[in-house]
Nanobody, 123 residues
Framework: QVQLQESDPGLVKPSQTLSLTCTVS??????????WSWIRQPPGKGLEWMGC???????FYSPSLKSRTPVSRDTSKNQFTLQLSSVTPEDTAVYYC???????????????WGQGTQVTVSS
């Protein structure tokens, strides 16, 4: 059973850099055929995919957030990390990490999610 657990940064001040880490157990982040994503949900809004890192280490980002959201990983700790720079109150959201599996022909489906962590940006 794969489990994902987000870190809990809690309250972040505007203009700071938000750093979130997802710790994965029960499976390796380097196993081929999977992508490891960051997704957020602002209050009252839908889910927003932010970016991901593949098992190969290749990264993909939402065009609207690309310059602000580098995703990296530490394979020795089986963790991947999101850094969101210059945060504003609009970045307040529940942040999730999740795994998706490649079923071929561009068919990726999420199969495991973290429980989510509330991040509030406020001075």
């Amino acid at each position: 059973q794969v489990q994902l657990q987000e870190s809990d940064p809690g309250l972040v001040k505007p203009s700071q850099t938000l750093s979130l880490t997802c710790t994965v157990s029960g499976g390796s982040i380097t196993t081929s055929g999977y992508a490891w994503s960051w997704i957020r949900q602002p209050p009252g809004k839908g889910l927003e995919w932010m970016g991901c890192i593949l098992s190969s280490g290749r990264t993909f980002y939402s065009p609207s957030l690309k310059s602000r959201t580098p995703v990296s990983r530490d394979t020795s700790k089986n963790q991947f990390t999101l850094q969101l720079s210059s945060v504003t109150p609009e970045d307040t959201a529940v942040y999730y990490c999740a795994r998706s599996q490649d079923y071929g022909s561009g068919n990726w489906q999420y199969d495991y999610w973290g429980q989510g962590t509330q991040v509030t940006v406020s001075s």
